[in-house]
């Protein structure tokens, strides 16, 4: 999107520029124009573009701060959900559960979540978390086909 108005941005800029280098009057014309519907005809001062590059680039900062910290505060809240529907799970035992080999013995844990390396597991007879490695785990059928 941003790249088709910046193209047609661009275009614009070009056919008016040639437009105005083909003779004095052309240029006139376009300065009566601009003039009619009430747009400025003279360029800003260097000062004046300065200041208002620094302001145009502080608020550009502050707001793409301020939606940061909204979608933080979203993805947040969305986990905050997520964890209580898999504790809602835990408590009424529907969560899945996984075999793992730890210390050479096979345990039967619930299954919390996997990351990009570990899996987390919940014990409930110690009411710890277990971490895992991806491999080496098989899931429990919960029902029979």
Not at 74 to 83: D, I, L, R, S
Not at 108 to 122: D, Q
Request: proline share 2%; net charge positive; hydrophobic share 35%.
């Amino acid at each position: 999107m941003a790249a088709g108005l910046v193209t047609f941005y661009s275009l614009y800029k070009i056919c008016l520029s040639e437009y105005v280098n083909k003779d004095t009057a052309s240029a006139r014309n376009i300065v009566n124009f601009k003039k009619k519907i009430k747009l400025p005809t003279k360029k800003s001062r260097p000062l004046v573009l300065k200041y208002e590059r620094k302001y145009k680039n502080s608020w550009s900062i502050l707001i793409g701060v301020v939606i940061f910290i909204m979608g933080m505060a979203h993805f947040e809240k969305k986990g905050v959900q997520e964890a209580r529907k898999i504790l809602q799970n835990i408590k009424t035992d529907k969560n899945s559960r996984v075999i793992v080999q730890i210390n050479g013995a096979k345990k039967e844990l619930l299954y919390l979540y996997c990351g990009s390396r570990n899996c987390a597991a919940f014990n409930k007879k110690t009411n710890e978390i277990v971490y895992f490695p991806q491999s080496g785990h098989s899931y429990v059928r919960q029902k029979e086909i």
